[in-house]
């Protein structure tokens, strides 16, 4: 050999074993799948958002008005069994209201007519049966805004690893098609990741209320519990 040529052979000779190192590197082929689980549950508590607004010439007199219906309003959750734990003023609201009156140069004049206030309270029902009673009672004593309703669970962990397992089977089964369909077998899996999807509230309106003669019809329905998940896969 040469003495111009013994650099180059010397480089060949390291870089050979390099490119064959980098080429047992390689990932693998792989697949990436996703899967979708759903499992349902009955709900079992109840979340109230209940409101008392009273209005007054002055923002004492409607705090003190508004104070007297929530008091009783409150005393009547505990003694249909709400526990204090499950009861918390979610905000309280002091407002001037105006009247406007138009003047002949266009622009407006601002009369302050009453102050309002509105005490928020939000109420846990563990007992969901009971949820068209409370609704009722606390209408009768002054709740006049509000309404709000959504209907969850204390422990949905089984339900949602019933999902969670629904939506790896699903996964497992599109990826067991797409290989099949591409002449290709799975290998073991790479990686799991899940998105648990928490169920929708359910409002109801106010309305719903006032137009309340007896007992608020109340339909719990089921909790809808979804997970997601993505799953990658050797191929062979």
Do not use: C, W
Not at 104 to 130: F, H, I, M, P
Request: proline share 5%.
């Amino acid at each position: 050999m040469t003495r111009h040529l013994l650099p180059v052979a010397l480089a060949a000779a390291i870089a050979f074993p390099a490119l064959a190192s980098a080429a047992d590197t390689q990932p693998p082929p792989r697949i990436v799948v996703s899967g979708e689980g759903e499992a349902t549950v009955a709900p079992d508590i109840a979340m109230l958002a209940l409101s008392v607004m009273r209005e007054a010439k002055t923002a004492r007199a409607a705090l003190d008005a508004n104070n007297d219906a929530m008091a009783a309003v409150i005393a009547a959750m505990k003694s249909a069994g709400i526990a204090d734990r499950d009861l918390q003023t979610a905000g309280i609201q002091i407002n001037p209201r105006y009247n406007y009156t138009n003047k002949a140069d266009g622009s407006q004049e601002a009369e302050l007519v009453a102050y309002q206030v509105t005490n928020t309270l939000s109420v846990r029902v563990r007992d969901v049966d009971k949820t068209g009673d409370i609704l009722d009672k606390a209408v009768s004593l002054g709740v006049n805004q509000g309404g709000g309703i959504a209907f969850t669970n204390d422990d949905p962990k089984a339900t949602i690893v019933e999902a969670r397992k629904k939506a790896v089977a699903d996964a497992i089964a599109k990826a067991k098609t797409l290989a099949e369909a591409a002449g290709v077998s799975l290998g073991r899996v790479i990686e799991i990741t899940d998105q648990n999807v928490a169920p929708v509230p359910m409002p109801m309106n106010a309305k719903a209320f006032d137009a309340a003669r007896s007992a608020v019809p109340v339909q719990a329905g089921e909790n809808s519990y979804s997970v997601q998940v993505t799953v990658t896969f050797e191929l062979k």
